[in-house]
């Protein structure tokens, strides 16, 4: 189902939900699981300011501004015009940094992706280990919640 033919919220947010899924599907097929397990938490944090970076200046922002008890946003300095990415994609990936972040918090980062595992190639990671995360880091318990 596309945007436009949504009828309802619940139909808006699958079908964009639907979206980010396959584009995390992508990119985990692409990148595979070592690089968010290298820099954990801290690492996807990072990713995530990057984009939220790419969305104030694509509505042409460059920051918030505090002036005394009030927050307004400032106009982008002149920079070169650099679109590299369409309007949505910093979005995108924000969600997808997310699911991502819940599944290293909960535990479950490092699966193996369902082609994977149907072929017999169940690698978590290159050492053969999930992504480790410490009980504490898990509010709702790792797997199964």
């Known amino acids: 189902?596309?945007?436009?033919?949504?009828?309802?919220?619940?139909?808006?947010?699958?079908s964009i939900i639907e979206e980010c899924r396959e584009v995390v599907l992508l990119r985990q097929?692409?990148?595979g699981s070592d690089n968010i397990a290298l820099a954990g938490l801290p690492g996807i944090l990072v990713?995530?300011?990057?984009?939220?970076?790419?969305?104030?200046h694509a509505c042409g922002l460059d920051a918030m501004v505090r002036h005394g008890d009030?927050?307004?946003a400032s106009a982008a300095t002149s920079r070169p015009e650099v679109n590299?990415?369409?309007?949505?994609?910093?979005?995108?990936?924000?969600v997808g940094y997310g699911l991502i972040a819940l599944m290293v918090r909960r535990g479950i980062w490092?699966?193996?992706?369902?082609?994977?595992?149907?072929?017999?190639?169940?690698?978590?990671?290159?050492?053969?280990?999930?992504?480790?995360?410490?009980?504490?880091?898990?509010?709702?318990?790792?797997v199964g919640r």
Do not use: N, S
């Open 1 to 14: 189902m596309t945007d436009r033919e949504c009828e309802t919220f619940e139909q808006a947010i699958d």
């Open 29 to 31: 097929t692409k990148y």
């Open 47 to 56: 990713r995530m300011q990057d984009k939220v970076r790419r969305a104030w």
């Open 70 to 72: 009030v927050w307004e």
């Open 84 to 94: 590299d990415e369409d309007g949505d994609d910093p979005y995108i990936d924000m």
């Open 110 to 142: 490092g699966l193996p992706l369902e082609d994977d595992v149907a072929g017999g190639t169940e690698q978590y990671l290159e050492t053969g280990q999930r992504f480790p995360v410490q009980a504490a880091h898990r509010p709702h318990g790792g």
